[in-house]
């Protein structure tokens, strides 16, 4: 009997807990608006992969599987800056790490955009065949001789297909493309030793400004093709 009661109250307690998350996100992470990743390296292959050959780099896996864990916790409006520490990194080899993470997000960010392009395709179909099916339904209707069943299992999954989108699948693929550009538009930066960051307010405006500008710049090349095409 006493254990009983020590169990449900253990599983109040439980119930009553309550993350620390914004606490230690805001004491380790934040500053000014920016999250700051620390990375503690000894060499290039902490950060790409062994099985990469030269010119044709790619992240290691590892390394990826750390950055997006933390960038699952950090709040989507927050830009992201990656401080690599621990080692005295080449300026080519520096060069080469910016490109590769640059690189390897951006590919995601592809990738997510295409699985957008295909899913919004979807949800425009099912919507097609929902009006389509509900139309022949009512016209149908005047005649009861005229089985509908067929009919009836096509509408409800059109309907259900385009709800599901709306409500549960669109925000979904939101919130991946949203992680997904962030991670594109990380800026990197290098150092021996990690000191936690205290951005002024003019570095902080410098991190947000070089952000906006690499996005005008990649949407006026992306105009300029669509012209040329």
């Given amino acids: 009997m006493k254990d009983r009661k020590r169990i449900r109250k253990n599983i109040k307690i439980y119930d009553r807990k309550r993350s620390n998350l914004k606490k230690r996100l805001e004491k380790e992470f934040l500053d000014h608006g920016i999250a700051t990743i620390p990375c503690k ?5 902490d950060i790409i992969s062994g099985y990469s050959v030269e010119g044709y780099e790619s992240l290691n896996s590892g390394f990826v599987e750390y950055i997006n864990d933390i960038v699952d916790l950090v709040p989507a409006e927050y830009p992201v800056v990656i401080s690599i520490v621990g080692h005295n990194f080449t300026a080519k080899e520096q ?6 993470i640059e690189a390897d997000f951006d590919y995601d960010l592809g990738y997510v955009e295409k699985e957008n392009h295909h899913h919004m395709k979807i949800f425009w ?3 097609v065949g929902l009006v389509i099916t509900g139309i022949i339904l009512m016209i149908l209707d005047r ?11 096509f509408f409800w999954f059109f309907a259900d297909t385009f ?14 493309r949203i992680k997904a550009a962030r991670l ?4 990197v930066t290098f150092s021996e030793k990690y000191d936690e960051e205290d951005y002024s307010e003019d570095e902080a405006e410098e991190i947000y400004d070089s952000l906006y500008s690499k996005v005008d710049v990649e949407l ?4 300029k093709e669509d012209i040329n095409l």
Avoid: H
């Fill in 41 to 45: 390296v000894s060499g290039m292959d």
């Fill in 95 to 100: 060069e080469i790490i910016r490109n590769t």
């Fill in 125 to 127: 179909w099912m919507l």
């Fill in 143 to 153: 005649w009861d001789t005229i089985p509908k069943e067929l009919l009836f299992v």
């Fill in 163 to 176: 709800v599901d989108y709306l409500l549960l699948g669109g925000r979904e693929l939101r919130k991946q």
């Fill in 184 to 187: 594109a538009c990380i800026k």
């Fill in 220 to 223: 006026q090349d992306e105009k």
